[in-house]
């Protein structure tokens, strides 16, 4: 029963490490939910699947410009080009570009 946005959730804990609460927090799905995703055994729709392909798209590019173990802690530090806010909760706001804006200037200093 697995599908594309199934795997998109094994594929943010094998590349970023995230765990399964992580995810339903920036999903707003309950985690036993996330965790049959993370098996394949369900498939995440609507606002969960969009949440979810915005958080890939974040991994991605942070496993880019740092190692896996600190792509957690990243995510859950509060920062302050985010007015204090932490990076998975502005994904679980639908503000993914915003968090995308902060990785691009990560990947900019990376490449200096």
């Not at 943010?12 to 765990?19: P, Y």
């Not at 992580?22 to 098996?39: E, F, K, L, M, Q």
């Not at 410009?65 to 957690?72: E, L, S």
């Amino acid at each position: 029963m697995s599908t594309g946005f199934a795997t998109e959730a094994e594929h943010v804990v094998d590349l970023g490490g995230l765990s399964a609460s992580d995810i339903a927090r920036a999903t707003s799905a309950d985690p036993t939910t996330v965790r049959a995703w993370i098996r394949g055994n369900r498939s995440p729709s609507g606002r969960n699947a969009e949440r979810l392909v915005e958080l890939s798209s974040v991994v991605e590019r942070l496993s880019t410009v740092m190692a896996k173990d600190y792509i957690r802690v990243w995510l859950l530090k509060p920062s302050a080009v985010l007015e204090e806010d932490k990076p998975l909760d502005v994904v679980a706001e639908g503000r993914y570009r915003d968090v995308l804006r902060l990785v691009a200037a990560l990947e900019s200093t990376a490449m200096s």
